[in-house]
């Protein structure tokens, strides 16, 4: 595990990454989307929070850039939109079962120009059995959806073998880790490391948790909408 501040970190497009913080503040004011709603904040919270990712990848060993990427219950578009922005050649999705919210994240899409994105109105659940998208994915990202047993449920039937998931959650995380062991087990995941950063002193110290796919996803997985959340691994 390993500490960093965000002083040293480059950011790729700062004026497309200003820009998306205009144009989600706007969509803000619309539709309850973050409870981020000052530029300083929403930068901070959910641009700098969704790019610290791109940090993880250099420091955990193992992972390496994806070609597609899949961020589950994307609500508001974070981290799928920055990533999207400074990722312009891997090709990014985001899911999730809120309509407004989707649509919400489409206007933001084609106001800033982006190429890369594609966004599907589903539950998990049901989407992970779509030909189309079961094992399709090398990276599949979530941040402030479930507890680690009901994402790996969620997140592992999308990841081709090989593939990785990344979880964004709070310093606090050994109890979820705990709770998690039966799930990686049964899913076919190992625990591939976990990243510590640090925003500022206002927001503190967060992790990025990281699952590598180590088999084939059984056809019993995910099992039907609401069970995984209501009875985990």
């Not at 002083?7 to 004026?15: A, E, M, S």
């Not at 390496?64 to 609500?75: E, H, Q, R, V």
């Not at 400074?86 to 084609?110: N, Y």
């Amino acid at each position: 595990m390993r500490a960093v501040c965000y002083t040293p970190f480059v950011i790729i497009d700062q004026v497309k990454l200003r820009q998306l913080v205009h144009v989600f503040l706007e969509e803000n004011k619309k539709l309850n989307l973050s409870a981020f709603r000052t530029d300083e904040h929403c930068w901070i919270g959910n641009v700098l929070d969704s790019l610290s990712f791109l940090e993880a990848l250099k420091s955990v060993e193992g992972l390496k850039m994806p070609a597609t990427l899949l961020d589950i219950g994307t609500g508001g578009g974070f981290p799928l939109l920055p990533l999207a922005i400074s990722l312009p050649e891997t090709h990014c999705s985001g899911i999730d079962a809120t309509r407004k919210k989707i649509d919400a994240v489409q206007r933001i899409v084609a106001s800033l120009g982006l190429k890369n994105v594609g966004l599907f109105v589903d539950r998990f659940e049901d989407k992970a059995r779509d030909k189309n998208f079961r094992e399709k994915f090398d990276c599949v990202t979530a941040r402030a959806v479930a507890p680690i047993a009901v994402l790996l449920e969620y997140a592992v039937p999308f990841l081709t073998v090989g593939g990785f998931c990344a979880f964004w959650k709070s310093s606090k995380v050994a109890d979820e880790l705990a709770a998690s062991v039966n799930a990686q087990k049964i899913l076919g995941v190992s625990f591939a490391g976990t990243y510590e950063y640090d925003l500022s002193s206002d927001f503190g110290k967060r992790l990025i948790v990281f699952f590598r796919k180590t088999k084939t996803t059984s056809s019993e997985y995910p099992r039907k909408v609401g069970i995984p959340k209501a009875k985990p691994l």
